[in-house]
């Protein structure tokens, strides 16, 4: 298995522009999750799908981001228009659903995105 | 209140030697996973460990161990004989039964020095 895939893995752009973050979940996996990382801030749940379903947006900053979930292979995380402070690690994570309290959470390498 | 409390933002350890990065939760659910990530300066999260609230015993995988006491709440990570590729951030994470979120620390950052 190729674990989740990000891309890009680097994205620079500039203040106002749109970015697309993508991610391919591993096969099978029931959930996935997109975080993002700062100093500041850590390690933050910005929402998370089941089932290509959105359960949980209240982590999303505000309404310039946006994060779909077509299909079982595939979401996207959308920032429009981007700002600086939106620079950040941004990780997609994906785990099965086997009903216990043991599934871990398998991560992507991450995007790093930079707004200039 | 925080779910997860790592209090160590950076510990240093010489090569060879044992460390233990500090970790307690906060939870009143009765059944929940306690995990534990590295994440190197390339910036991947990997997983090490995973300790069950029924587990009876402590976790352990290789060089890493979890040390788990239920009573006060605490789920410290030791890694034993410390290699200069362990040097990276910890994070403890905490996922209740209940819920589908990994609750994460803030994370240690650990240092070994040759």
């Known amino acids: 298995d190729a674990g989740v895939i990000q891309s890009p893995r680097h994205e620079v752009t500039e203040m106002g522009q749109e970015v697309t973050l993508r991610c391919k979940p591993i096969?099978?996996?029931?959930?996935l999750f997109w975080y993002r990382q700062t100093m500041m801030r850590g390690l933050e749940l910005l929402i998370y799908f089941n089932n290509n379903v959105p359960i949980d947006d209240s982590g999303m900053p505000e309404d310039r981001f946006s994060a779909k979930m077509p299909n079982a292979s595939f979401s996207t995380l959308k920032i429009q228009p981007s700002e600086p402070r939106d620079s950040a690690v941004y990780f997609c994570a994906s785990r099965d659903d086997r009903g216990s309290s043991y599934n871990e959470q398998f991560f992507g390498p991450g995007t790093r995105l930079t707004v200039l | 209140a925080q779910k997860i409390t790592q209090t160590q933002p950076g510990m240093f350890v010489q090569e060879k030697e044992a460390v233990t990065l500090d970790c307690t939760y906060d939870t009143s659910d009765p059944s929940y996973g306690l995990f534990w990530y590295k994440q190197p300066s390339s910036g991947e999260m990997i997983f090490l460990i995973y300790q069950g609230s029924y587990d009876q015993q402590n976790a352990t995988e290789g060089r890493y161990s979890l040390n788990f006491q239920k009573a006060r709440k605490s789920a410290n990570l030791v890694i034993s004989a410390s290699q200069l590729g362990d040097s990276a951030m910890y994070f403890c994470a905490m996922r209740e039964v209940t819920g589908n979120q990994f609750y994460f620390g803030t994370g240690t950052s650990l240092t070994v020095i040759p």
């Open positions: 096969s099978g996996h029931d959930y």
